[in-house]
């Protein structure tokens, strides 16, 4: 086990609402991970849930029926549950209006990843930058320094390189377009595009909404992205200083290859699954891990929770999700699936499905 994470062996039967849930959804987005048979493992993380074994149990679950599902999962994993106390978010895929070219009514774009954005690693870490950069500018002299920022960006500092993937209407969409990772463009054409995560500046995520929490505004745990899209739309005014906080800046691709009945494509490369994808700390999960997540999410329009007991597969990160008991519901699609998403930040409890092997969890 990575070192500083908690974790407890449990059996099925301490997983509350395990039975009742549906494990043949859960085995189809499974075994998205090895749709092809020269897919490679996923990395393994550092909590040691092991990306070959995993690999090898999804080619078997390919002959797996639906109706075999739950005794597939309870013969070939045992449940692992993170000790420390867990966070549930969520998020959705936007479907917004934009053009191709800037026109009077497009006017914000988003952006592809620049040719001199470059990942780093400890090999080529320059002295001085924080771990926390992922990624970096590559100068011509051959150093790496930090990338200009989102703040630096709005001002111009990418402008005329040809880096504008699509332009939308409104800065607060596009900046939530950022945040959920993909979206669905409907162009002024007819057609429609979809565009995905390509790479990011490397800044630390900053959650906007905290601004209304420092301005007395608001309590935490209050700030629901319906909650301050509102009051943005009230204090326009306010927009440009508020983006600027979140100095983190996506860069995107345009994806032509995907189901388009299917969902965004995911950081595992997989196109996600609507309530049962999970966007998980990367550095400590293992893309493909079967999650069983439990807690209290909103009810809906008639207020209050309700018990929530779901099989995922963590396929997906962001920068925000970070530490092993942190995760991202993807709900779907569109207006709906993002009002669905903006209201849960909630607490859960985590259990990792681990391969049965003696090799399963590597130490």
């Known amino acids: 086990m990575a070192a500083g994470i908690r ?53 078997t679950a390919r002959a797996v029926r639906p109706d075999g599902a739950r005794a597939f999962f309870e013969a070939n994993f045992q449940p692992l549950r993170i000790g420390e106390p867990g966070f549930l978010t969520a998020y959705f895929e936007p479907e917004l209006a934009g053009s191709r070219k800037r026109t009077d009514r497009f006017r914000v774009p988003l952006l592809s990843k620049p040719g001199d954005l470059v990942r780093i690693d400890d090999e080529n870490r320059p002295a001085g930058l924080p771990a926390e950069f992922a990624f970096g500018r590559l100068m011509p002299d051959g150093r790496i320094v930090e990338h ?13 390189r040809d880096l504008e993937l699509v332009w939308l209407e409104d800065p607060v969409d596009a900046f939530y377009v950022h945040v959920q ?142 530490g092993a008991a942190r995760g991202d519901l993807f709900i779907g699609s569109g207006a709906e699936a993002g009002a669905i998403a903006g209201d849960i930040q909630h607490k859960g409890r985590f259990t990792l499905l681990v391969p049965r092997s003696a090799a399963g969890v590597r130490p």
Request: charged content about 25%.
């Open 181 to 322: 990772g993909s979206a669905r463009i409907r162009l002024t054409d007819g057609t429609a595009m979809r565009v995905a995560y390509a790479a990011k500046t490397g800044h630390s995520y900053f959650p906007i909404g905290r601004v209304m929490i420092e301005r007395g505004l608001a309590e935490p745990g209050t700030v629901t992205m319906e909650v301050l899209r509102n009051w943005l739309a009230a204090n326009p005014g306010e927009i440009d200083s508020v983006l600027r906080r979140n100095r983190s800046n996506i860069f995107f691709r345009e994806v032509t290859d995907a189901d388009p009945d299917a969902g965004p494509v995911g950081a595992a490369g997989i196109q996600l699954s609507a309530g049962r994808s999970l966007a998980v700390d990367r550095m400590l999960h293992t893309f493909g891990t079967p999650v069983f997540v439990e807690g209290e999410l909103p009810a809906g329009n008639g207020g209050g929770t309700k018990p929530f007991a779901r099989l995922m597969i963590a396929q997906d990160t962001g920068s925000a999700i970070v």
């Open 7 to 59: 974790t407890e062996q449990v059996e099925f039967a301490d997983l509350a609402g395990w039975e009742g849930d549906d494990h043949a959804a859960a085995l189809a987005a499974f075994v998205r991970h090895c749709a092809r048979d020269d897919d490679v493992p996923a990395k393994t993380g550092r909590i040691g849930v092991d990306g070959a074994l995993l690999l090898d149990l999804c080619r």
């Open 148 to 160: 200009p920022d989102r703040g630096a960006i709005m001002d111009g500092a990418l402008d005329g």
